[in-house]
């Protein structure tokens, strides 16, 4: 690889992206771990788990940003593939309790004793090993996304249509983990997890280790995303997003790109939700609940939709308001502010902040460029 | 003189007779009976029930109330029975005259549970010779559950008399649950019976044949079973016509919540996540008026509805209309980013009214018209739901009207269809736009009158209905009205039928999951448009 591609690769905005991710990932244990309490500069353990979700939450923005900056996919339903990673991962967690539940079952959850299961459930098999809850959690949200998209795409359902449907997916997944005879512990979900890979998920060491864990994924698939909207592929998928049908025309198979890019997303949300599960300790059926994935589309809309960089920026920024909203007295607020954010960044910010940011820079660069935001075609 | 003296002495003599005959005449077989009632043993008052009951005499039903409530006194001296009525006169039980001074020896008459067990089977009998003929058919219905074999004489004797086709049915049904189960009838009466209860052809029938002994002749057991079979199969028929009045009720909730949002999705392209807030602000305007009747003028409770109607269609109109011109217009042809701004005004709107009403349910009230219940064969219909059927049917057929037939349904159809054309022909089509999703949204304030009497007025009543309204314009095929009809009623009843099968949990996933098939398979829809507007 020479060293143009790799220019194109890294533009500015993403080396300057990863540097300052590195940087984080670098700082925030130093900080918690290595800093005395008493210091001023010290990091709570608290802040690293919330740190950690923060960036679970860019992931989950930027294989949204990559199906709907790029291809023009809007899914309102990309929760469920969050939440189904994190079920994978919870089922692990779930497995390595043992004997320790409240029950003592060395083989069933405890769950699972409270209804009178009298065996595991076929599904739960091989979740004791870590290499099979990781294939199970790219592998599951991948194959749903998989069936989905090789339906949608070929029948050519679009735009809203495609967006109505997603969120009738994740509501009709909600329903379904709610009941407790799915095996998945209904309402309340899995949680009290104790070790993951042997260490003990509530020690020091292992939050900051999950939230290092956390930032190389993040910085993985950032770079997988840019792998592939700075090749010849990505370039189609930007044409699909803005004249499908004129791509179609041109002969390219719209359905296969669509169906690749969204398959792929769906893995990457799936492994945000995987890395989310053990950093705030549990999961629930409201996880999936349509609500969630809309939210998560707006981290998107504030960053700036087709950006990447933007997404992850869009998830912070949004997540850091949610938290500081809803905690102390300004939480009966919180919805008006999010509420405000939706409208007022779709009317305002049609490009969210990194693409109003780099609009203003082409302009002064090249002021003959037309100002017009470009215009997903329907 | 003599002569005179001996035709006064006979007059007198057939005078005297003549009184004798009478009060003889007078102690009839209730005076007679009411005799064992002074004797103090409990095997004489059992037997003066039973003589009693077969008087037939309307003094009977309220001596023997009276002794059921132990108001009956007697004296073993004066071989008479008083009442004590409950103003605490004392009545002679014969004649029913107040009585002034009361032999010495009066006590009450006393009951054990073998004599109470008849005196409820008396008061039972009694009943269905009541006056009243709602009163003989509880009590033909209360033996049917009873099969209390001592009421079968008085059963033959009220069927003797009985008129009332109603009763005289409940009475045979009653007569054939009892020789059904006597162990002293033929078969040939049995036969007989369990074809009166088949043809009741409900629950209990089906139960009465069902647990009829083993030890029958083998004839009886063969139409029994038969009986029970088809027993089965005319509950199997109610329970389907029960299933699609269900679903005809669901779907017409589901059209009412959807009908508003065919306007503005269907008809407009406008993705409105903040419809069900519309429905929610309709609900919570009943709120408000049945509040404000409760402490103004309670008299007018029961017309509230009708008050709470045009007021609902005006908040909800006028917030749609403010909706459009403050946020949707600039996102015309950009439908994800309103499908998005809508989601967020959706937020701020329940916040909003959280913040007014608090998050509680609220309490709305049913008009005495909406509340009760009738039987219509099999099943049973409640007021409420029917009427809402009704006012879903006439929401309809209103709008569709209005869209053909008046002059601004003109404009909405030609602003939809070729919205340049139209701003040629001097439509201006920034007012229809506003006024179109201003009716959608208004139609949405109706629909939550209706709905606030169905379902807990709370802030998140619109969401419950936001996903299941999209299905239905969906399903049924955008810019098209009937389709919308067709698909609310359609996974209506598909929905309830699913229910007893699946559970109500299942039977919603499994819909759904049809509808994400069928919009595979029909992208546009059940009813879908054809020609240009399709590419629009």
Request: positive net charge; glycine residues 10%.
């Amino acid at each position: 690889m020479g060293a143009f591609p790799l220019t194109r690769l890294l533009d500015k905005a993403s080396a300057i992206f990863l540097v300052l991710l590195a940087i984080f990932a670098i700082a925030i244990p130093t900080l918690n771990l290595l800093v005395p309490v008493s210091s001023g500069l010290h990091v709570s353990t608290y802040l690293v788990a919330l740190f950690g979700k923060y960036i679970c939450f860019a992931m989950l923005a930027l294989s949204i940003d990559l199906i709907w900056g790029y291809a023009g996919i809007l899914s309102l339903g990309h929760g469920a593939f969050f939440a189904l990673g994190g079920y994978a991962m919870g089922m692990y967690l779930m497995r390595q309790i043992g004997s320790r539940g409240v029950y003592a079952n060395p083989i069933l959850p405890d769950f699972m004793v409270f209804l009178n299961w009298p065996e595991l459930p076929l599904y739960w098999y091989g979740f004791n090993h870590f290499a099979y809850a990781a294939l199970m959690i790219v592998l599951v949200p991948g194959l749903l996304a998989f069936v989905f998209g090789w339906f949608a795409f070929r029948s050519r359902v679009t735009g809203v249509y495609l967006s109505i449907i997603t969120q009738a997916m994740t509501y009709a997944l909600m329903l379904g983990f709610f009941r407790n005879n799915f095996g998945f512990g209904g309402n309340n979900g899995l949680t009290d997890f104790k070790d993951i890979l042997g260490f003990s998920v509530q020690a020091d060491g292992t939050r900051n280790a999950l939230l290092v864990t956390s930032c190389i994924a993040l910085a993985l698939s950032f770079l997988i995303c840019r792998g592939i909207v700075t090749s010849k592929f990505g370039k189609v998928l930007v044409a699909i997003r803005d004249a499908e049908a004129r791509t179609r025309f041109l002969g390219y198979r719209v359905e296969a790109y669509k169906l690749f890019v969204f398959t792929l997303s769906a893995c990457m949300a799936g492994v945000a939700g995987a890395l989310y599960v053990p950093q705030v300790g549990i999961i629930n059926p409201s996880e999936f609940a349509p609500g969630n994935s809309i939210e998560a589309v707006i981290w998107v809309a504030v960053g700036g939709r087709g950006t990447l960089t933007g997404a992850v920026l869009g998830a912070f920024v949004v997540n850091y308001a949610k938290t500081f909203f809803t905690t102390g007295w300004l939480s009966p607020y919180w919805l008006f502010v999010l509420g405000g954010l939706f409208i007022a960044v779709t009317l305002l910010l049609p490009r969210g902040i990194i693409g109003t940011f780099e609009l203003r820079r082409t302009d002064k660069r090249n002021l003959s460029l037309s100002a017009e935001a470009p215009r997903a075609a329907e | 003189m003599l002569s005179f003296n001996g035709r006064m002495v006979a007059l007198v003599v057939a005078i005297a007779l003549l009184l004798i005959s009478k009060t003889l005449a007078n102690a009839g077989p209730f005076e007679d009976a009411l005799v064992g009632l002074t004797t103090d043993s409990f095997s004489d008052t059992a037997d003066a029930i039973e003589a009693l009951t077969a008087t037939g005499d309307p003094r009977t039903g309220p001596l023997l109330e009276a002794l059921k409530d132990q108001q009956l006194l007697f004296s073993t001296e004066a071989k008479k029975v008083f009442i004590k009525d409950p103003t605490g006169r004392i009545v002679d039980a014969a004649n029913g005259q107040a009585v002034a001074t009361l032999p010495a020896d009066i006590e009450n008459v006393r009951l054990n549970n073998r004599v109470r067990g008849l005196l409820d089977a008396a008061l039972g009998s009694l009943s269905l010779m009541a006056k009243e003929a709602s009163q003989r058919l509880d009590a033909a219905q209360a033996v049917f559950k009873s099969r209390d074999a001592a009421a079968l004489p008085n059963i033959d004797k009220a069927l003797e008399k009985e008129t009332d086709t109603r009763v005289r049915k409940a009475l045979t049904e009653a007569r054939a649950a009892i020789v059904l189960y006597s162990p002293d009838t033929n078969a040939g009466d049995k036969i007989a019976a369990i074809s009166v209860i088949r043809d009741r052809g409900d629950q209990d029938a089906l139960g009465l044949i069902d647990g009829l002994p083993p030890d029958l002749p083998p004839d009886v057991r063969k139409a029994a079973a038969a009986a029970s079979g088809k027993i089965q199969s005319t509950l199997a028929i109610w329970n389907a016509v029960q299933n699609a009045w269900y679903g005809l009720s669901l779907g017409s909730v589901l059209l009412l919540a959807a009908i508003g949002l065919a306007i503005t999705f269907g008809v407009m392209g406008v993705i409105n996540m903040a419809h069900g807030e519309m429905v929610m602000l309709g609900a919570y305007t009943t709120f408000v008026v049945q509040e404000y009747i409760r402490a103004h003028n309670p008299a007018l409770f029961d017309y509230s509805l009708f008050i709470a109607v045009p007021l609902a269609f005006a908040v909800a109109g006028l917030v749609g209309i403010a909706v459009e011109r403050g946020i949707i217009r600039f996102l015309y042809g950009r439908p994800l980013e309103t499908l998005l701004a809508t989601w967020g005004l959706s937020l701020i709107l329940q916040q909003v009214v959280r913040t007014i009403f608090g998050p509680t349910n609220k309490e709305v009230g049913n008009p005495s018209w909406m509340s009760g219940a009738f039987d219509l064969g099999g099943i049973t219909i409640t007021y409420n739901r029917l009427w809402i059927i009704c006012f879903t049917l006439a929401v309809f057929v209103a709008l569709l009207a209005m869209l053909r037939l008046t002059r601004l349904g003109l404009e909405m159809r030609a602003v939809t269809q070729n919205r340049a054309m139209a701003a040629a022909m001097g439509i201006r089509t920034a007012r229809i736009d506003a006024l179109t999703f201003g009716l959608g949204s208004g139609i949405a304030g109706i629909a939550g009158v209706a709905l606030s009497q169905i379902d807990n007025v709370s802030p998140n009543l619109g969401q419950g209905y936001i996903i299941d309204s999209f299905m239905v314009v969906v399903f049924g095929g955008v810019g098209n009205l009937w389709g919308t009809l067709v698909g609310a009623f359609t996974l209506g009843i598909a929905n309830k039928f699913l229910e007893p099968y699946a559970g109500a949990v299942l039977g919603k996933i499994a819909i759904l999951v049809f509808i994400i098939l069928f919009i595979q398979k029909r992208p546009r829809g059940m009813f879908a448009l054809k020609g240009r507007a399709v590419e629009a």
